[in-house]
């Protein structure tokens, strides 16, 4: 899969079968509409093409009006939104900066200007509540319009649905908010994962002793959707995931720099990593529950024996799953 920042760049398909919007988590409805989309372009011998914003349109505004607190939880990373578009078989991904001028495109003028001459599109797929241009002027019926002139089809996905729930991004922010894993598993059609280069930390584990090495991983955005201490597991620093306990969020009680951290304690650390093997490695890691929301506590005495306790309820969960595994195998037999 290519990926560009813009669209004027030598390599980039001259013509293509497109659609639009931010793809936050690439859960099942996105799944489905990015299948259809593959379909459609193979039939007209056109790269697939999926256009995105960053920032989000949303952050933007809400940074314009002096209102963060406006802008959505972020389900996924960049790298984890681009990794999981791949994985979906879309052949390029072109990034388009949010910005003032951008958001002063009239319907027409993003039609002409970046769909039309910029990717050459050849067929646009949408979602039903699809809207686009200065102050989101334009809708389907505008784009199906606009597209007779360009030369382009124009089609639309309505929502999709898992047991009666409609698919979305809001939906999965609800869910990771919630700390309902097992909802937002349904909703994505996979476990909730974040993915990054393992940093060097403040080595703090260090501190609280030789059972607390931790692996550090940078959540990319100011405010994720799902926060709180998690019973997790890790992979990509071995043939089988790691379990582990994890902490997403500021870590009030050592730190006060308000940077938003991913910071993993393996259950039992690998021999093979040795002390420093895991840093610059790439690792995803899953999240499979929610034991708590995050805290401040009075001091590293209390926050190791926070972490003792955090520890202990994850080495019961995964003791608990084992078992309802070796109990569905045997009424299986």
């Not at 690792?283 to 306790?309: N, Q, S």
Request: aromatic share 8%; proline share 5%.
């Amino acid at each position: 899969m290519q990926v560009f920042r813009g669209f004027h760049h030598p390599s980039i398909a001259p013509a293509c079968a497109l659609t639009i919007g931010n793809f936050d988590g690439v859960h099942r409805g996105h799944q489905a509409m990015l299948a259809l989309l593959r379909n459609e372009a193979q039939h007209r011998g056109v790269p697939s093409c999926v256009l995105s914003f960053e920032p989000h349109p949303r952050d933007y505004f809400a940074r314009l009006a002096g209102k963060p607190e406006l802008a959505p939880a972020r389900i996924a990373t960049l790298r984890d939104k681009l990794s999981e578009l791949e994985r979906c078989g879309i052949d390029q991904v072109v990034i388009l900066r949010f910005d003032a001028q951008l958001a002063a495109l009239s319907p027409r003028d993003f039609v002409e200007q970046v769909l039309a001459q910029g990717l050459g599109a050849r067929y646009v797929l949408v979602g039903d509540d699809f809207r686009f241009g200065a102050k989101r002027q334009g809708d389907y019926a505008t784009l199906d319009a606009l597209g007779s002139q360009f030369g382009f089809d124009v089609a639309r996905m309505m929502s999709y649905e898992v047991h009666g729930l409609r698919v979305s991004s809001s939906a999965v922010r609800e869910a990771l908010a919630a700390g309902d894993l097992e909802r937002a598993q349904a909703l994505l059609g996979r476990p909730y994962s974040v993915s990054g280069h393992v940093l060097h930390g403040a080595k703090l584990g260090r501190q609280l002793g030789p059972g607390f090495r931790t692996l550090n991983l940078r959540f990319q955005h100011p405010k994720p959707a799902a926060q709180g201490i998690f019973v997790v597991q890790t992979h990509g620093l071995g043939p089988e995931p790691l379990p582990g306990v994890a902490s997403l969020g500021y870590r009030p009680t050592v730190d006060d720099s308000g940077r938003m951290l991913l910071e993993v304690h393996c259950l039992d650390w690998p021999e093979h990593l040795g002390l420093e093997g895991g840093y610059g490695r790439l690792a995803r890691v899953e999240l499979l529950h929610k034991l708590r929301d995050e805290a401040r506590f009075e001091g590293l005495d209390a926050l190791t024996a926070a972490i003792a306790a955090d520890v202990a309820a994850a080495r019961a969960w995964f003791d608990g799953h084992a078992a309802e595994r070796r109990q569905t195998t045997r009424d299986r037999i």
